[in-house]
Antibody
Framework: EVQLVESGGGLVKPGGSLRLSCAAS????????MNWVRQAPGKGLEWVSS????????YYADSVKGRFTISRDNAKNSLYLQMNSLRAEDTAVYYC??????????????WGQGTLVTVSS | SYVLTQPPSVSVAPGQTARITCGGN??????VHWYQQKPGQAPVLVVY???DRPSGIPERFSGSNSGNTATLTISRVEAGDEADYYC???????????FGTGTKVTVL
């Protein structure tokens, strides 16, 4: 069974840092691009960052560029999100999601259960 | 940046058809994917590449995409279809993934 399990969320003060992890199982992790997507309380989905299978291509949403760093360890089947200079508006549930890539399109399937990050003093 | 606009809410009686639109500039030239999210749960893919269904998704879910509008259609709506639905595309001009604003489907 394909499974993604996020961890590392919690309460952090504004300006602080947090590192999220996503443990993957049930598929060949090193063959897939991966993403982080977040959802603020009561709000819609917001794409955060994407990393290709070999880490050659990395993309960020404008709202997190320069503050967040996505990375992966294919030997450990793990995806990470280092979040620095956190702001109140970064408060959200953070999901990791596998990217299914074809020549013409790419979509997210499956998603993890999410981990809550709260930025508050 | 590329913007996807969805109606905030759609209400439908059981057994009827729900249509959820996703508007974007020339969206017909992109591949559109749809996700269902029930309260307290992670999103689930229900339609990919405009109109294909993942295994396990009922045939009642279908999609289309043309011009400036993509549409997710839910036929013979059931109470269990009550959820938020999001469209999503890849914007190659910005190298960003984009989600729609989301639509809450209420089954009357």
């Amino acid at each position: 069974e394909v499974q993604l399990v996020e961890s590392g969320g919690g309460l952090v003060k504004p300006g602080g840092s947090l590192r999220l992890s996503c443990a993957a199982s049930g598929f060949t992790f090193s063959s897939y691009s991966m993403n982080w997507v977040r959802q603020a309380p009561g709000k819609g989905l917001e794409w955060v960052s994407s990393i290709s299978s070999s880490s050659s291509y990395i993309y960020y949403a404008d709202s997190v560029k320069g503050r967040f760093t996505i990375s992966r360890d294919n030997a450990k089947n793990s995806l990470y999100l280092q979040m620095n200079s956190l702001r109140a508006e970064d408060t959200a549930v953070y999901y990791c999601a596998r990217v299914v890539d074809t020549a013409m399109a790419n979509w997210f399937d499956p998603w993890g259960q999410g981990t809550l990050v709260t930025v508050s003093s | 940046s590329y913007v996807l606009t969805q109606p905030p809410s759609v209400s439908v009686a059981p057994g009827q058809t729900a249509r959820i639109t996703c508007g974007g500039n020339n969206i017909g030239s992109k591949s559109v994917h749809w996700y269902q999210q029930k309260p307290g749960q992670a999103p689930v893919l229900v339609v990919y590449d405009d109109s294909d269904r993942p295994s396990g998704i009922p045939e009642r879910f279908s999609g289309s995409n043309s011009g400036n509008t993509a549409t997710l259609t839910i036929s013979r709506v059931e109470a269990g279809d009550e959820a938020d639905y999001y469209c999503q595309v890849w914007d190659s001009s910005s190298d960003h993934y984009v989600f729609g604003t989301g639509t809450k489907v209420t089954v009357l």
